[in-house]
């Protein structure tokens, strides 16, 4: 196995609140209750844990990672030790006396996310005065379109947006098919022809902008023919830690099933990274089955996603179906066949309740 490094980024997943009920929320399905969360003192304490293992960088996000009270003080002691603090929001919670604290706090970074950028749409109004109001605030701004069946016909608006409020770089996400974006992929996923003209458009738009408006993009992996390297290979860059305080590889990784996370609250970081049962298990390439362990990509794409293995074919440790090598291939191109249909209706989250189903428009 290759030597384990330290990590490189937290993301601190401070709460699972949210005010908005996206579909393609990629949060465990079972969120964590509000009086489960780590307390102040506590995530204080995991920062610094943090620092010590080597991290460099800590990414507030949720839920809605506003909907914490105490995030001034969480990021004022992320900066007091040393880590550069970024912000990852939808911006519905912002205002300027709390942008204002954050900065004052040393916040260096915000990403925020937008959902569409239909003309008139409220999201869009909100999208430009909260955009305004970090730049106004002198930080970076990097944001963040999470794209599907429902808008990618409106990317090139997104991108224009984007450009209007003066952001420096624009991430293109994909929505990636698992948590609560899995039960509604029917609705989400793209048809071959919209992606081939949402690429057609970044491509023209990263010529056009070259130098002013950075934009990230990638194909989505249902239409890949080699999956990516989910987190930079499973525990080797980024350590997630949950609202209730487990140690996870990734966001998602509390939906696979047979793992005892370690808890901040019973192990230090440091003995969770290098020493626990569940970081170890994917780590490297000895885990690997066929066709990945005699692959020559297997220390570029680490075998793909663990989670999307497992929410396609019920195994964590198979090759993950994006890639085209991979025995469970079919199984993409069955749900590629789907999105030629009429999509389904969205299934929606409803906190403290039993999810309900709601019309598309
Ligand atoms: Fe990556 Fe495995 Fe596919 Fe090779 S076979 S490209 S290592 S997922
Ligand atoms: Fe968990 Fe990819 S999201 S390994």
Request: aromatic content about 6%; glycine content about 6%; proline content about 6%.
């Amino acid at each position: 196995m290759s030597k384990i490094g330290a990590p490189l980024a937290l993301l601190a997943e401070v709460t699972h609140r949210c005010p908005l009920r996206c579909p393609y929320c990629s949060n465990p399905v079972e969120l964590e209750r509000a009086s489960a969360e780590l307390d102040t003192a506590a995530w204080q304490r995991v920062l610094t844990e943090a620092k010590a293992l080597g991290v460099l960088q800590v990414h507030f996000s949720g839920g809605e990672p506003l909907a914490r009270r105490d995030l001034v003080a969480l990021v004022a002691h992320a900066n007091c030790i040393g880590l550069y603090s970024n912000l990852i929001t939808s911006g519905v919670l912002l205002d300027k006396a709390r942008l204002d604290a954050l900065v004052a706090a040393g916040l260096e970074h915000v990403q925020l996310s937008f959902q569409d950028a239909e003309p008139g749409s409220a999201d869009r109004i909100a999208g430009l005065a909260d955009a305004a109001l970090v730049r106004e605030a002198g930080l970076p701004l990097t944001m963040n379109a999470v794209v599907h069946r429902q808008n990618l016909e409106r990317l090139g608006d997104m991108i224009e947006l984007a450009l209007a409020i003066g952001a420096q770089r624009l991430e293109v996400a994909h929505v990636q098919y698992y948590g609560w974006a899995l039960a509604n992929r029917r609705a989400l996923l793209p048809t071959f022809a919209q992606l081939e003209a949402a690429t057609a458009t970044v491509e023209a738009s990263r010529q056009r902008l070259a130098g002013v408006l950075t934009i990230d993009y990638v194909v989505p992996d249902y239409y890949a023919r080699r999956p990516k390297a989910c987190m930079g290979g499973w525990a080797r860059r980024f350590l997630n830690i949950s609202p209730a305080g487990k140690v996870l590889p990734c966001h998602a990784a509390e939906s696979l099933p047979g793992f005892d996370f370690p808890s901040v609250h019973e192990m230090s970081l440091e003995e969770a990274w290098y020493r626990s049962e569940a970081f170890n298990r994917y780590r490297g390439t000895e885990w690997m089955p066929e066709p990945c362990h005699s692959c020559e990509r297997r220390e570029i794409d680490w075998g793909g996603c663990r989670c999307q293995a497992f929410a396609l074919t019920g195994d964590a440790g198979r090759t993950d179906p994006a890639c085209a090598l991979s025995p469970d291939r079919d199984l993409l191109t069955a749900a590629r066949a789907d999105a030629e249909a009429p999509p389904s209706d969205f299934i929606y989250r409803q906190i403290g309740g039993m999810p309900a189903r709601a019309a598309v428009e």
